[in-house]
């Protein structure tokens, strides 16, 4: 996949809402990048995190403007596909968003369309997208059984059953990060705690990592950030690490078990033939994939029974959502190709 920018054929737009940013591309039929830009997730004021309707205004207008930047220069598009964090119903509304601060209840689709017209507009769950993206054009190719994990802010999963990413009787299928793996755990922005993704994501490993610092296990990581253990963030572990720290190798290790308890608990469920890794953590790349594969192989159910299911990174990085998206949405309009 290449990027440029110019006329040509038609794009589909596809945007990805995360939790730090907003990122978009204008996708050509071909599975092209012709454009693509990012925004700051905003946050706006406090009053406004606890008011969906106030939040899906900043979201929307987000979106809106990340249009307007995506479309400078090419022909009208022919859909806006966006993924959104957590559990996005079939009439694009975002039911349920813990990682998204007062986002739960927004109408993404309504709002959106208001501000575009008449684009049609089509709203996943970014990790069904990030799924579909990798399916079509990265590591999942060929895939029958499969899933795609993205480990982020927080912890999503798309899944793929007899080659199509499945989105459930909802479209709440695989909310894997709100599976509970130990129920004394912290307290989870879900309302529950101890949920897998409290200990595998990107805020599961900065919870590590200070847990290690304030035990003594990284003194040259606290040495580099001033002295503070409550100011270690998982950032600084990826990077020690590079450097052959062995306290940030160690949290990477115990950061691998985590992830591996959660996809052995995928597998036991969808008896997936390959898995694929995404998200922020997963730029990481064998520093996460070894103690995870490690780990894995002694916790998935029946190892010496069970064909090896092969685990291994994303191939299309922080595009893949928004990829997705674009393609979700052109094929909602003219049918898959």
């Known amino acids: 996949m290449t990027e440029h920018r110019g006329s040509g054929p038609r794009a589909t737009l596809g945007i990805d809402i995360g939790g730090t940013k907003v990122f978009g591309v204008a996708l050509d039929p071909d599975g092209r990048i012709l454009a693509e830009a990012r925004l700051a997730t905003p946050n706006g004021e406090r009053a406004s995190l606890l008011d969906p309707e106030r939040r899906g205004d900043q979201v929307a207008d987000a979106v809106a403007d990340l249009v307007r930047q995506l479309c400078s220069g090419l022909e009208p598009p022919v859909a806006l596909g966006i993924g959104a964090p957590g559990m996005v119903d079939r009439h694009g509304v975002l039911c349920f968003a813990p990682n998204l601060p007062g986002a739960s209840g927004v109408d993404v689709q309504g709002l959106v369309s208001g501000r575009l017209g ?21 590591a999942l190719q060929g895939a029958g059984e499969a899933a795609m994990i993205t480990l982020g802010t927080g912890i999503g999963a798309g899944l793929v059953v007899g080659g199509q990413v499945h989105l459930g009787s909802n479209g709440f299928a695989g909310e894997v990060g ?6 004394a755990g912290p307290p989870c922005p879900c309302g529950r705690r101890g949920c897998w993704e409290r200990f595998a994501s990107g805020a599961g490993l900065g919870r590590l990592a200070r847990e290690a610092a304030q035990a003594g296990r990284l ?14 963030h998982g950032e ?23 992830v591996a308890l959660g996809l052995a608990n995928v597998v036991a469920v969808v008896d997936p033939e390959r898995i694929v890794l995404g998200g922020g953590l997963a730029e990481a790349g064998e520093l996460l994939l070894g103690p995870t594969r490690r780990a894995f192989a002694e916790l998935v159910e029946g190892p010496g029974a069970r064909p090896p299911v092969a685990l291994a990174a994303a191939t299309l990085g922080e595009r893949a959502g928004a990829v997705g998206a674009a393609l979700a949405a052109r094929w909602a309009v003219e049918g898959p190709r």
């Open 219 to 232: 003194p040259r990581v606290v040495a580099a950030v001033g002295g503070d253990p409550e100011s270690v």
């Open 236 to 258: 600084d572990i990826t990077t020690a690490a590079r450097h052959g720290d062995p306290g940030a190798l160690g949290v990477l290790e115990e950061l691998g078990w985590w």
């Open 118 to 138: 008449g684009m049609a507009i089509v709203v996943e769950n970014d990790a069904n997208c990030a799924a579909l993206a990798e399916l079509t054009f990265g």
């Open 178 to 183: 709100h599976m509970i793996v130990d129920p």
